[in-house]
């Protein structure tokens, strides 16, 4: 192999893995389903899921319900937002998941 291969080949492999989407741990997500995440502030955001499903170019969204715990103060519903299925997947946990 030539030097110039070489080095795309070695390149090839870091950009695969730079771009390689991670395996979702908590499983797709289903209507009824909570999920959580913890802010920097130390907000917890709290995700019930309404609905899953694919846009005409068939990439998988999540409409969830957004609720909002402040660190100080009473929680609050924040409304409804949309996700790709797999931005929702990395940004939320299962609520009970590790």
């Known amino acids: 192999m030539a030097y ?3 080095i795309i080949a070695a390149c090839g492999r870091h950009l695969g893995a730079l771009f390689a989407r991670r395996a979702a741990t908590s499983g797709d997500p289903r209507p009824g389903a909570w999920y959580r995440r913890l802010r ?3 907000t917890e955001e ?3 899921v309404l609905a899953v499903y694919s846009d005409p170019m068939g990439i ?3 409409r969830y319900l957004l609720m909002l715990q402040p660190a100080h103060g009473p929680a609050f519903e924040d409304g409804m937002r949309v996700l790709a299925a797999q931005t ?3 940004r939320y946990r ?3 998941a590790a």
């Open 60 to 62: 998988r969204h999540v």
């Open 4 to 6: 110039t291969e070489t």
């Open 88 to 90: 929702f997947l990395d």
């Open 94 to 96: 299962a609520l009970g």
């Open 40 to 42: 920097t502030d130390q």
């Open 46 to 48: 709290r995700a019930e």
